[in-house]
């Protein structure tokens, strides 16, 4: 049951990641309303990588016990 949940919660993990990178930049004009866009859309972008790429591990580990 827990390795279910763990896969779910990887692939949630994984999209939400997704998400993050190709709508930075209007997330980026709709949350923070500092001038620089570009640095803070480059951060969520880092960000949304790096969570993908949790995800996407732990969905990896999970399909493989």
Known sequence: ???VILLV?????ATIG???IYDARILTKR???????????LGLKI???LIAIGGALLVFFQLGN
């Not at 949350?31 to 859309?41: I, P, R, T, V």
């Open 18 to 20: 997704t998400v993050m």
């Open 31 to 41: 949350f923070f309303s500092f001038g620089d866009q570009n640095d803070a859309s």
């Open 1 to 3: 049951m827990i390795q």
């Open 9 to 13: 919660v990887g692939a949630i993990m």
């Open 47 to 49: 960000l949304g990588f």
